[in-house]
């Protein structure tokens, strides 16, 4: 059965400072999903990762996708408070079901 | 820029009680989903639908679960007789093909007293 581990859970970091979210899974798939979720709201995609090396940049966040370690990294630039939100890392199992992470609690201060 | 969306946005019911939970999903689209997200924790996959059946299903899913299309445009999620435990949001999605990608609903909080 596919497992998706994200670490760290929680994160309290700085504005300005820069700082990476880890998913790791447990078997082969196809493509890899970042979503953003606000507190009592539903889920933003972010980022579809579909290959081995891909490598997506929005703004101030970066992901990547390195398959043969069934890892991918969330990378935030320069933090700023907006970007405070649970991140979830997401693996699509067979053709139609997503596992999610259990989410990174991202706090970003002032 | 189309949407998935949900009604209602919270729904309150007695344990034991049936609940319809419904979504419209993008109209384009031809596979649809439910996950739900106990509060704090992460999204669970229910099910998955395409051509007016299950494709799949986890083992949350069970008989007090079903889903349906009833029209062209909805699709809903029938819980029985809700338990306690079956607290939780409840996101819908749809996608245009089997592996594209899911677009996400804005839940429906269910509370069960």
């Known amino acids: 059965e596919l497992k998706v581990e994200q670490n760290p859970l929680f994160l309290s970091m700085q504005e300005g400072k820069n700082y990476t979210i880890y998913c790791n899974y447990s078997t082969t798939s196809d493509r890899l999903y970042w979503y953003r979720q606000d507190p009592g709201k539903s889920l933003e995609s972010l980022f579809v990762l579909l290959s081995n090396g891909a490598v997506k940049q929005e703004g101030r966040l970066m992901a990547s996708l390195d398959t043969k370690a069934r890892l991918s990294t969330l990378h935030i630039t320069a933090a700023v408070h907006d970007l405070s939100a649970t991140y979830f890392c997401a693996v699509l199992q067979g053709a139609q079901k997503l596992v999610f992470g259990q989410g990174t609690r991202l706090t970003i201060n002032p | 820029e189309p949407e998935v969306t949900q009604t209602p946005s919270h729904q309150v019911t007695q344990m034991g009680q049936e609940v319809i939970l419904r979504c419209v999903p993008i109209?384009?689209?031809?596979?649809f989903y439910w996950y739900r997200q106990i509060l704090g924790q992460k999204v669970e996959f229910l099910v998955s639908f395409y051509n007016n059946e299950i494709s799949e299903k986890s083992e949350i899913f069970d008989d007090q679960f079903s889903v349906e299309r009833p029209d062209g445009s909805n699709f809903t999620l029938k819980i029985r007789s809700t338990k306690l435990e079956d607290s939780a949001m409840y996101f819908c999605?749809?996608?245009?093909?089997?592996?594209?990608?899911?677009?996400f609903g804005p839940g429906t909080r269910l509370t069960v007293l």
């Open positions: 999605a749809s996608s245009e093909g089997r592996l594209n990608e899911q677009f």
């Open positions: 109209s384009n689209h031809l596979y």
